[in-house]
């Protein structure tokens, strides 16, 4: 049964609890949350870039809008929970909470600024050209607005449920991040009350983007907002009186959940509940348009118990995420990235023997260069091969409608023992996992939800197989999650192995995720919350002892977020010494890089292109040795101490070389899309004039065909 404390009583207790976190000095480290800011004004660039096909540059546009969504939704609505509770803990870099709210406001207000700025002056502008047109109201023909008219009485109208503000209609529970609007009235209505402020919201099935049929238009492809058709027609969702006004407006709630570990006891039966708390948690921004009055906006700030920090006004539609779907809906294949596809390692052929293959010698699969479909085909044969006895699996991010699901599904049906880790907290992705684990359930599968506070990050696959009277594992691990659709547009490594001793590990973890008992020494891969961290710092103190003795020493890591104070300690004491230290972090660095007297050694670049870098990678030199692990993990605290992860060698010499080879140097000699930071956190483009490299297209031209 979920815990029946409040939400605020529950949250209270966790804030209260946590301990100062600054071990170190303030100074050696940098914001987390303005570092996740300049991630994005880094994305941004991309929207900004002419360099970059254009219905592309849209998509990068609205992917910044849904970075700052999430960004909100959990970064920023911590830190207001804290100052809510008067916490003064500041984090590694010092700042307390509400110094550290001030600045993001100021940065995220100047980011918003661009953005809508970049849209207006240069994108609409640029895809008018190309014949993609946002129809204004003002534009609009008689046969458009007849047709617009139309829509609206048949598809709108009907499923719309205006909210007229009154004693007896208090103002509504507004969902999060839905679209909705103001309506300022005059008049007095057959009932006698009198007009003055209303509420419509914008049902979510409803699309936001119409585009008009083709012998309306002169161009290619006319499109017109729901919000326009909204404001146009709102009067006739309030007949006899007066609209003075119309004004869309979106909040932003806070979308955290919180399972009480005290009180649970189905971990799944809680997260139900708390499920639909999500679209009504504490308000933490409200955008509205830019010609909204004061008035207006101070009364919606009431409403959510907000303050002017919290208000973010905006030159055009409130939810820039509405036209992610423009570049799919739009057949121009000139105005985006050039298609490719995915090949397939040598010792692979397009109908293979998955099992025979893997017996033959390790398989390196990188993504999304090349294909998926190994693993596909490795679930596909094994739940088709009668040899097959079980199949244990890891779930984190994998989509609805997976084909993987179908596959372990298939094999249960056929008797095979099917155990499958699915992770229920995957933020955002709780429902979908939830019915994932419903539906494995219902053909007999063993569904558990790992370890309670622990979330599995691990991405993990094993097939147990009779071969010859015994028992063979076969084994995939990877950086990324099994999801089909993001290894197309996900930089990750897949490693595929019978290494026994390699299988023997990954079947000791499963019974850790599944069982109960006493953890057991692994051979080769490392493990969080056990081993990882204490072995991540003994590789760089390793490298530290070896640059100290005069010998060469180096340590490259790739990772999205790098903010453990530990390890950045660690990697300070090693750049005293003499380590070269080559850092390629896409996302939050809280390390400040060439700073002397601390880390003049140390190098940081991010970066940002085509596909979202999300490998993680760690090198060191070892003597020579080259010591080199893929990972799930990124270098932060949660992930060493609160998440199950998992980072595993790669034994075979070739595979060695071809990941120094594809995910590390293109990367480093990257002048073309990789920023450089400096000590104060700041990014600076590196742009070759000459002999240009990009890592993206580096490998793209090498390991695909058109």
Known sequence: MASNRSHAEKRKSMVSAQAPLAFFPSEHFLNRELSLLAFNRRVLNQAADKRVPLLERLRFLCIVSSNLDEFFEIRVAGIKEQIKLNSRIPGLDGLPPLEVFRRISLQAQALVSEQYALLNESILPALQREGI?????????????????????????????PIGLDPAHPFPRVLNKSLNFAVELEGRDDFG?????????????????????????????????????????????????????????????????????????????????????????????????????????????????????????????????????????VNEPRLKFKPFQPSLPKSLTKRFDIFASIRKQDILLHHPFQSFTPVVQLLEQAAEDPDVVAIKMTVYRTGTDSVLMEHLVKAAEKGKEVSVVVELMARFDEEANLDIAGRL??????????????????????????????????????????????????????????????GEDVNELFKQLTGMGKTAPLRHLWQAPFTLHANILAAIRNETTIAKAGRPAKVIAKMNALVDSEVIEALYDASKAGVQVDLIVRGVCALRPGVKGMSEHIRVRSVIGRFLEHHRIFYFFADGAETLYLSSADWMERNFVRRIETAFPVLDTKLKRRVIKEGLQPYLDDNSQAWTMDGNGNYHLKLARRNRVSAQETLLAELTSE
């Open 133 to 161: 047109v946002f129809l204004r109201r003002r534009d609009w023909t008689a046969a458009q607005r007849a047709w617009i008219r139309n829509y609206f009485l048949k598809e709108v109208m009907p499923v719309l449920t």
């Open 193 to 329: 009350r009198n007009g003055g402020a209303a509420i419509v919201q914008a049902p979510r099935a409803l699309p936001r983007v119409i585009q008009l049929p083709a012998d309306l238009v002169e161009v290619d492809y006319g499109f017109v907002f729901l919000s326009s058709i909204m404001h146009e027609h709102v009067n006739e969702l309030f007949a006899g009186m007066n609209v003075l006004g119309c004004h869309q407006f979106r909040v932003t709630r806070n979308s955290d959940l919180f399972v009480d570990d005290e009180e649970v006891k189905n971990l799944r039966t809680a997260l139900q509940g708390e499920l639909p708390q999500r679209h009504f948690g504490d308000s933490v921004r409200l955008e509205v348009a830019e010609d909204c009055p004061e008035i207006l906006s101070d009364f919606l700030l009431a409403q959510f118990a907000l303050s002017r920090d919290d208000l973010y006004r905006v030159p055009g539609i409130v939810n820039l995420v509405r036209l992610m779907s423009i570049p799919d809906r």
């Open 441 to 502: 359930e219902e053909v007999g599968a063993h569904v558990v939800y790992g370890v309670f506070g622990y979330k599995t990050h691990a991405k993990m696959l094993m097939v147990l197989r009779r071969e010859d009277g015994k028992y063979r594992r076969y084994v995939h691990l990877g950086t990324g999650n099994y999801h089909p659709r993001t290894t197309r547009i996900y930089t990750d490594f897949g490693l595929m192995t019978c290494n026994p001793e390699i």
